[in-house]
């Protein structure tokens, strides 16, 4: 008795004028009944279409809504399945966590070249291999150290479904996920591999194909385009394909015979989707995979995500790397005070010392990078006395100055300082606003290094890929003295000649406004660090700040991540936030900003009757509703609603129940936001 539903109707899916997809109810006649299956292409009469359409089976039923006429299923298209029920399981899970409907996952999940009828034959593009090609000096070393050994055993026993692999840089984590592919492949199972987008374009991506060969592996990430994506997903239907490497969409690629998912720089925002919805985290998603396919899930990281570390502790599934690969050495960092600096009339960006050694190491023949922390959106308040920041007391993160109102904000909880402001800790009112307009710095660098050559990395200019590349390469070969960028040149750049890295405010890492800003903080100046000194040559790291008390600068100056993570898990505990809670994000928006305000007040104050009705209000606390960081975007007025849920999946289920009976008028939009990545 497996198949409990007659198969009366089956519901398909198609693509109506770029709508977006929908799915309809057509019956199946009784010569396709014994071999129609979920995942076929079928053709169907649509509308005036006399040639009929093509669509895909998603399920069966033996009844109709009433009212509604059901006409035949004309052919089966093609016999073999494009997806099976476990993937759309998988979607279903997806649209139901991150609270959107099932059309718009399958939007996101399956290429769009699904809904064309004719797919042109596939031809090879020819940059791809390009792209591929930044450093090809170094062959991928087959042989692990006694430490990487160990681990590696070690991982292949243990039985908890996620571990971490938790290695500093340059500790050669990339060895150790080699070996259990292979392990993987031998037993006839596939593997997803994921890294953030920017590691895809470095050298990971050539060990893998170098190591397993272009033909058993298949890359796909957003650049891609959707015919190449289509071939992929037949390939993988076809079990063509034993590595699937990719960013984070990839996790929905239809790969069979899973058996493990590898995720690089797991502590990566990037896994995060903020825009379009689905909302999904790659890491989420792939768990929930693990779960269905039951396959492994490797985590991997030189300095993990705290809810990753956290989970890994208490299910005995942590396994470390302590020693840098080849025994290099870990850079040295030292931290230098620019309110020193500053007292003795330096107002450049650069502090002597940095400027110093940067020279030294120029003339040595050797690289430099200057890393400005800029993120999208910062801005913070610092006193220029004694370096203290400005903080919400309740909420850990800082305020935000608001000119016209002359008041700091928390836009978690809408805490509020205004009138005549000291610093809090030693009475002076010499404040500073920081925020943006670092862009001075490569300006000044061109200034004060004017001998050398200088090139600024930015990822504002992703759109450019190739552009960024270029400059890569031209880093790499020795091209550029000294190269400035945000946070993504602190990521996978492997360059032996680079001796010295400049942070040039590391204040700003760690003053988001965000629970996440010390993690964040931490990671990227411990990750830029390590682009110091990968070669014979010894690295040196200087961090510029104006706070040189704050603890977890020196935690992140002694690249002592369990130290950091002894301050932060007390912190996180004390103010509930993840892992002691999920956050749910919702935003109301509005071209009317009374009426955006006056919405999100009521959907707090019913969600709140509605926790106290079933005796929640303790374990989901609701934040809020407070103006957005950035209030205004595109004509409409924001307003958030944090929740904290203590309570896991059953008060995820409760929140949703609640949301679902929201009904809300035609001016009001609302966004609904799992564990989101940032609260702008
Ligand atoms: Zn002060
Ligand atoms: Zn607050």
Known sequence: MTDVVEKKYAQVLVDINKLGTKTFS???PDE?????????????????????????????????????????????????PLFSLEYLKLLDWVANYYYCDIQTVLNTAL?????????????????ENEIYKIDKEEKSENNLSDEQRKVYEEIKKVNAKTSLLYGITGSGKTEIYFKLIEDTIKKNKNVIFLAPEIALVSQLTIRTLERFGADSVAIWHSSITEAEKYETWKKLRNNEIKILFGARSAIFAPIRDLGLIIIDEEHESSYKQTMPSPRYNAKEVAK??????????????????IESYYEAINTNSLFELKTRYNCAKLPKVSVVDMKVERAERNYTPFSRTLINQTKEAVEKG????????????????????????????????????HSQTNSYKCHYCNFELTGEIKCPKCNSEALENFGMGSQKVEIMAKEIFSDYRIERLDSDSLSKKNEHIEILKRFQNGEIDILIGTQMIAKGLDNKNVTLVGVINADLSFNLPDYRSSE??????????????????EGKVIFQTY????????????????????????????????????????????KNEFRAEKSAAEIELHLSDYLK??????????????????????????????????????????????????????DIKMVVDINPSDIL
């Not at 769009?112 to 031809?123: A, G, H, L």
């Not at 964040?520 to 040559?537: E, K, N, P, Y």
């Not at 020196?554 to 999920?582: C, M, T, V, W």
Request: a positive charge; proline letters at 4%; hydrophobic letters at 35%.
């Open 26 to 28: 057509y019956l199946i």
């Open 32 to 80: 396709l009944k014994e071999e129609i299956k979920v995942g076929q292409s079928v053709l169907v009469p649509f509308g005036r279409r006399k040639d009929g359409l093509k669509a895909y089976v998603v399920g069966f039923s033996n009844y109709l809504e009433e009212g509604i006429k059901a006409k035949y299923i004309t052919e089966i298209i093609e016999a073999n």
């Open 111 to 127: 290429p769009q070249k699904f809904f064309e009828k004719n797919v042109k034959k596939y031809r090879k593009p020819k940059k």
């Open 288 to 305: 929930k995979l693990c779960e269905l396919y039951d396959a492994k899930l490797i985590l991997g990281s030189a300095t993990p995500s």
């Open 366 to 401: 050797h690289q430099v990078i200057f890393l400005i922390n800029r993120r999208g959106f910062s801005s913070y308040t610092q006193c220029m006395e004694c370096g203290e920041v400005l903080m919400c007391e309740k909420c850990a993160i800082p305020l935000i100055f």
């Open 520 to 537: 964040r903080g931490f990671s990227i100046l411990t990750q830029v660090a390590g682009r110091s000194g990968r070669g014979d040559d």
């Open 547 to 590: 706070n040189s008390s704050n603890v977890f600068l020196k935690d992140a100056q002694k690249q002592d991540y369990e130290g950091f993570y002894e301050n932060e898990i007390h912190l996180r505990e004390l103010l509930d936030y993840p892992p002691f809670s999920n956050m749910i994000r919702i935003v109301l928006s509005s």
């Open 613 to 666: 009705k079933l005796s929640l209000d303790e374990a989901i606390l609701v934040l809020g509703p407070v103006e957005c960081v950035l209030k205004k975007i595109r004509e409409e007025y924001r307003y958030n609603i944090i929740i904290k849920n203590k309570l896991s999946e059953k008060g995820h289920r409760a929140i949703l129940r609640f949301l679902k009976t929201i009904h809300l008028p035609d």
